[in-house]
């Protein structure tokens, strides 16, 4: 069992930052693929972005590619999401959710064992 926790998530303004971060327990970090999602009111949930368990590789969704990155620190059983340029279509909760996968980036909900509470991010215009 893995147990996952998002922290970071509120309110900004369109243009502004955010840092997510999702704190991991129970079995090793390190043997997951993470990603993150998300879900804005009346909206299916979304994939948002992924990295395997060394770090060294990524996926991205189209929306959020070169304003969203995605990393983690094995060190510290936790992955992070650094959000740039935050549109109100960013607007949802943020769930981060493991993979038992080591190696894989995708991005269908239904291979992710372990997911969070989620986090709220909101984005005035």
């Known amino acids: 069992q893995v147990q996952l926790v998002e922290s970071g998530g509120g309110l900004v303004q369109a243009g502004g930052s955010l840092r997510l971060s999702c704190a991991a327990s129970g079995r090793t970090f390190s043997r997951y693929a993470m990603g993150w999602f998300r879900q804005a009111p009346g909206k299916e949930r979304e994939f948002v972005a992924a990295?395997?368990?060394?770090?060294?590789?990524?996926n991205y969704a189209d929306s959020v590619k070169g304003r969203f990155t995605i990393s983690r620190d094995n060190t510290k059983n936790t992955v992070y999401l650094q959000m740039n340029s935050l549109k109100p279509e960013d607007t949802a909760v943020y769930y981060c959710a493991a993979n038992p996968s080591t190696g894989s980036l995708t991005k269908r909900l239904n291979v992710y064992d372990f997911w969070g509470q989620g986090t709220q991010v909101t984005v005035s215009s």
């Open positions: 990295i395997d368990w060394s770090g060294r590789s990524t």
